[in-house]
Structures are given as C-alpha cells and as structure tokens.
C-alpha cells in the first residue's frame, strides 16, 4: 500500500513539474508541420483549428497551455479519447490520419527527447 501510494504522489509531482507556461503546440502532417499554436497566449475560451489528415478533416481544440483533437475518422479513436495534453511529455498521435501534435516549451529546462 505504501508502495502504491508513493508511486501516485510521484506520477503528481511529476505533471506538475512538467506542465510550462510558455507551450507552443507544433502541428505536423505526414512529418510536415501544418500549424504551429502558441498555447500560452491563448484564453481559457477554446480555438478550433481544422487540419485535413489522411482519412478526412481533424478537428483540434487549443485553450490555455492545453490542445486535444475532438474528431478525426479513425477506427480506434485513440487520439480522441486521450483529452487534452499539456505536457511536453505527452504528444497527441493520430495515425490512421499521420497528425502528430508536439508541445514544446521555450523554458530553460532540458526536456527529453527519444
């Protein structure tokens, strides 16, 4: 129990470590970037951006340091399901469509790459 409970303050620690307040989310199609969404100057009112993925239209909804892909025609709905991401350690990867969303950061900090 101690165990499991310590793991939980730690995964916590961790997003709230990781979450920036100068997001920039990078919007590629097929490895060509389509869009690039400054998450930081927007509002808590959402913005919806329509990019064309290779099944069709994939809508993407950005707030305040947060963005999330609302519809997209994939079997799985993976990407939809996963919500918003506001974490340079969480990508949004649809790819049935070949949409891949990065949050980068302009912050000092080292972010890990693989």
């Known amino acids: 129990m101690f165990y499991l409970l310590l793991a939980i303050i730690s995964l916590v620690i961790f997003n709230v470590l990781s979450q920036k307040d100068d997001l920039k989310a ?4 097929d490895e060509t970037l389509v ?3 400054e998450l930081s100057n927007l509002g ?4 919806v951006y329509k990019i064309t993925g290779e099944h069709g239209e994939v809508v993407i909804e950005a707030k305040h340091n947060a963005i999330r892909i609302v519809h997209a025609n994939c079997p799985q709905s993976y990407c939809k399901n996963q919500g918003f991401s506001s974490s340079t350690h969480e990508p949004i990867i649809c790819i049935p469509n070949k949409i891949y969303i990065k ?5 000092n900090e080292v972010d890990v790459e693989l």
């Open 35 to 37: 869009e690039s969404i």
């Open 44 to 47: 808590d009112e959402i913005v």
């Open 103 to 107: 949050l980068v950061s302009d912050s």
């Open 26 to 29: 990078l919007v590629y199609y």
